[in-house]
């Protein structure tokens, strides 16, 4: 599912990263209109849907690793040169840090899960120290 609240959302970035449950193809293309778009498969992704488990994604100054899961990170992100974690899969907006290292859960901008905030996220390189604003679209 893809809202218009989040299209409208997302408007102006440079890049747009789904950590995972994209659905299908013509989500990614939708996406690709706005800013170059890096996606990871999620569990409820199509088989045909050809993604990645995970990405390394450089962005200005930042090295990201986008996972869906951020259980299943088996590496050490610091020890990498990673900045940022982007994960999904929980579907709750949220950040932390952890050893010098900022992990992200954006939410969901499609359909609501459970009673969480339907939300997308932002992050501006310019701005340090780096942080998420999550924008809670209006439905």
Same mark, same amino acid.
């Given at each position: 599912?893809? /809202?218009?609240?989040?299209?409208?959302?997302?408007? +102006?970035?440079?890049?747009?990263?789904? @950590?995972?449950?994209?659905?299908? @193809?013509?989500?990614?293309? &939708?996406?690709?209109?706005? &800013?170059?778009?890096? &996606?990871? %498969?999620?569990?409820?992704?199509? %088989?045909?849907?050809?993604?990645?488990? $995970? $990405?390394?994604?450089?962005? +200005?100054? $930042?090295?990201?690793?986008? !996972? /869906?899961?951020?259980?299943?990170?088996?590496?050490?992100? @610091?020890?990498?040169? *990673? =900045? !940022?974690?982007?994960? +999904?899969?929980? =579907?709750?907006?949220?950040?932390?840090?952890?050893?010098?290292?900022?992990? *992200?859960?954006?939410?969901? @901008?499609?359909? /609501?899960?459970?009673?969480?905030?339907?939300?997308? $996220?932002?992050?501006?390189?310019?701005?340090?120290?780096?942080?998420?604003?999550?924008?809670?679209?209006?439905?």
């Amino acid at each position: 599912m893809l /809202r218009p609240q989040a299209l409208h959302a997302l408007r +102006g970035s440079d890049l747009i990263i789904h @950590a995972g449950d994209v659905g299908n @193809a013509s989500i990614l293309d &939708a996406l690709k209109e706005i &800013a170059p778009t890096i &996606a990871v %498969k999620g569990n409820i992704d199509a %088989k045909g849907l050809a993604l990645p488990i $995970a $990405a390394l994604v450089e962005a +200005g100054p $930042a090295r990201m690793h986008v !996972i /869906r899961d951020v259980k299943e990170l088996n590496m050490d992100p @610091a020890g990498l040169g *990673i =900045h !940022i974690v982007v994960s +999904g899969h929980s =579907h709750k907006p949220s950040q932390s840090e952890r050893g010098g290292v900022l992990y *992200i859960n954006p939410g969901t @901008a499609g359909p /609501r899960r459970f009673r969480l905030p339907v939300s997308v $996220a932002m992050l501006d390189f310019a701005k340090r120290p780096w942080s998420a604003v999550f924008i809670e679209l209006k439905l």
